[in-house]
Nanobody
């Protein structure tokens, strides 16, 4: 069975930084593209960032470009999301997701595996 476990969420003030981690198991990690999505109450699940299996390609939502950085360590089966200059509108549950598709995928329905999520709250 595939498991993705997020960690690192918390309560911070606007302008602060936070780093999220996602540990994967039961998955051929180095064959999977990984992504972060987020969802606030009443909102649709929103794409945040994606990284290819070899870390050559990254993709970001316009709302986080220049502030967030996605990275991965295939030896540790872990993907990270470094978040800088956090804003109140970044408040959401952040989810880690995986797909074996070689295509650039930024929509939630095409990801096969999901973590439980970790809460990020940014106060103003």
């Amino acid at each position: 069975q595939v498991q993705l476990v997020e960690s690192g969420g918390g309560l911070v003030q606007a302008g602060d930084s936070l780093t999220l981690s996602c540990a994967a198991s039961g998955l051929t990690f180095n064959m999977a593209a990984m992504a972060w999505f987020r969802q606030a109450p009443g909102n649709e699940r929103e794409f945040v960032a994606r990284i290819s299996r070899s870390s050559i390609t990254t993709n970001y939502a316009d709302s986080v470009k220049g502030r967030f950085t996605i990275s991965r360590d295939n030896a540790k089966n872990t993907v990270y999301l470094q978040m800088n200059s956090l804003k109140p509108e970044d408040t959401a549950i952040y989810y880690c997701a995986a797909t074996l598709s070689a295509l650039v995928v930024t929509t939630a329905p095409l990801y096969n595996h999901w973590g439980q999520g970790t809460q990020v709250t940014v106060s103003s």
